[in-house]
């Protein structure tokens, strides 16, 4: 039986054990007539059985859905729930600020010992707050237009920051930037707005922040929506020095890199930005964006006075900064997301990274296996690519199907989106392991008999 042949009869075997093990699941599926495709968010329906899977609870690592099976949860929200599902400490927040108003126009303090958390972790002065971190993105993107009265946007290619017009552009096949595939009603055409460059390449980089008219390269310090593409020796420290010398702000889009430490990549790596956007961690699992700002870019914004900053300007969010969302982020980054909790979760992805590598050895696989802090992530590449177009093409959708469903049908949960693995400070040894056992037998019922 070829390869193809053999994935395709696996794939059909493990999607009716699917069925079978999710008939609640299915049911509410099949009910769910007036949700625009049977979803809450059209995303849901990335999956690799034939439905979602439906909630009945999860607590730290662990999902329980609505037929009872309970999973090891690996994806945590795609780092939404970087911090566990419900911890403690959020959800005592939470209920208490719960009962004292919800949508009343009126900072509460937990807003100030969470920026000033955010302050001491990144180093940026000056915070402010939305629901996503695709606002965010989009409000630090404004505001740096404004500062530069320039036009464009640089991103690398095959990033992803969110649903963020600016964002949705790659390197064509002839190099030159060209709207993402798929991209859903752009407003102008993409190259009117942005300029692209691959990751790892800071001649491509300078070539492109020449034209002058870049206000902010809004990047992750590490891809991680297309695989994790790691930065090369010296590639990061470029790029501060080529933006700094085209005038060009540095946006760190921390939103998902902040596996790498509790002050993120940026600690990390000692990095420098002129303002940094995270979501999703930081609220424990609550709604939540925020960016801060340089002392100098703050000064610069508040010394305009033709930028409504306060009414439509084109900044804000109604319930941005909600009293709800500042006590589940300062009970998170307080309580949760402690120095101590990185270390624990940073040693269990190191076992998680180093367990995955010698299986996939094991079988010979040309496989690749990356890293950053508590996200692990493997590749059908090797050596692992160099740059989001390179990882792009060395994608394989059956294959990952074929893996998720596997793992799902016995009770292992990866990412939707990714081959990735994301610990929380629940996250033990034995799940690793258990994850382990599973990917193994995967992989020997796909060698050839
Ligand atoms: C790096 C990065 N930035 C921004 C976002 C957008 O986050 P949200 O969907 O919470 O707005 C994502 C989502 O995956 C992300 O990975």
């Given at each position: 039986m070829s390869t193809d042949s053999r994935l395709q009869s696996l794939m059909a075997r493990e999607r009716s054990t699917f069925a079978d093990r999710h008939p609640g699941s299915r049911a509410a599926y099949t009910r769910s007539d007036h949700l625009f495709g049977r979803v809450p968010m059209t995303w849901m329906n990335k999956t690799a059985g034939d439905f979602p899977i439906y909630l009945e609870k999860a607590q730290g690592n662990r999902i329980v859905d609505v037929d009872g099976n309970t999973f090891v949860d690996f994806a945590l929200g795609d780092t939404g729930a970087m911090a566990g599902h419900s911890p403690a400490p959020v959800?005592?927040?939470?209920?208490?600020?719960?009962?004292?108003?919800?949508?009343?126009?009126?900072?509460?303090?937990?807003?100030?010992?969470?920026?000033?958390?955010?302050?001491?972790?990144?180093?940026?002065?000056?915070?402010?707050?939305?629901?996503?971190?695709?606002?965010?993105n989009r409000w630090a993107i404004r505001l740096l237009r404004a500062v530069t009265g320039r036009p464009k946007i640089l991103v690398n290619s095959y990033c992803y920051h969110g649903s963020v017009d600016e964002s949705l552009i790659v390197v064509g096949p002839d190099g030159r930037g060209t709207s993402r595939e798929g991209n859903v009603g752009a407003p102008v055409d993409v190259t009117l707005t942005s300029r692209v460059a691959e990751f790892n390449d800071l001649a491509g980089l300078e070539r492109e922040l020449a034209h002058g008219d870049v206000a902010a390269v809004l990047m992750e310090p590490a891809l991680t929506n297309i695989g994790i593409v790691l930065p090369e020796d010296g590639y990061l420290a470029g790029v501060r020095e080529l933006t700094r010398r085209h005038g060009t702000y540095l946006i760190n889009d921390e939103t998902h890199t902040f596996?790498?430490?509790?002050?993120?990549?940026?600690?990390?790596?000692?990095?420098?930005?002129?303002?940094?956007?995270?979501?999703?961690?930081?609220?424990?699992?609550?709604?939540?964006?925020?960016?801060?700002?340089?002392?100098?870019?703050?000064?610069?914004?508040?010394?305009?006075?033709?930028?409504?900053?306060?009414d439509m300007g084109g900044v804000g969010g109604t319930l941005a900064g909600n009293p709800v969302s500042m006590a589940a982020t300062r009970a998170t980054l307080q309580e949760v997301l402690t120095d101590a909790a990185f270390a624990t979760m940073i040693e269990t992805a190191s076992a998680f990274a180093d367990g995955l590598i010698k299986i996939i050895e094991g079988y010979g696989l040309p496989w690749s296996v990356s890293r950053l802090g508590a996200r692990v992530e493997y590749r059908f590449a090797s050596p692992a690519p160099r740059n989001g177009t390179e990882s792009a093409a060395n994608a394989n959708g059956e294959l990952e199907d074929f893996l998720h469903l596997y793992l799902a049908n016995r009770g292992v949960l990866l990412t939707p989106f990714h081959n990735m693995a994301l610990m929380c400070p629940e996250t033990s040894l034995a799940d690793v392991a258990r994850h382990h056992e599973i990917f193994d037998a995967a992989l020997k019922e796909l060698q050839p008999e």
């Open positions: 959800v005592a927040a939470v209920t208490e600020r719960v009962q004292r108003g919800l949508a009343t126009m009126m900072p509460t303090e937990d807003a100030a010992i969470a920026g000033a958390e955010l302050a001491r972790r990144f180093g940026l002065p000056a915070w402010s707050f939305a629901l996503t971190a695709t606002d965010a596996s790498a430490g509790p002050g993120g990549a940026t600690a990390f790596w000692g990095l420098e930005p002129d303002v940094l956007t995270i979501g999703k961690a930081i609220g424990g699992g609550v709604p939540v964006g925020a960016y801060g700002l340089s002392a100098e870019l703050a000064d610069a914004l508040s010394g305009r006075g033709d930028l409504d900053l306060v």
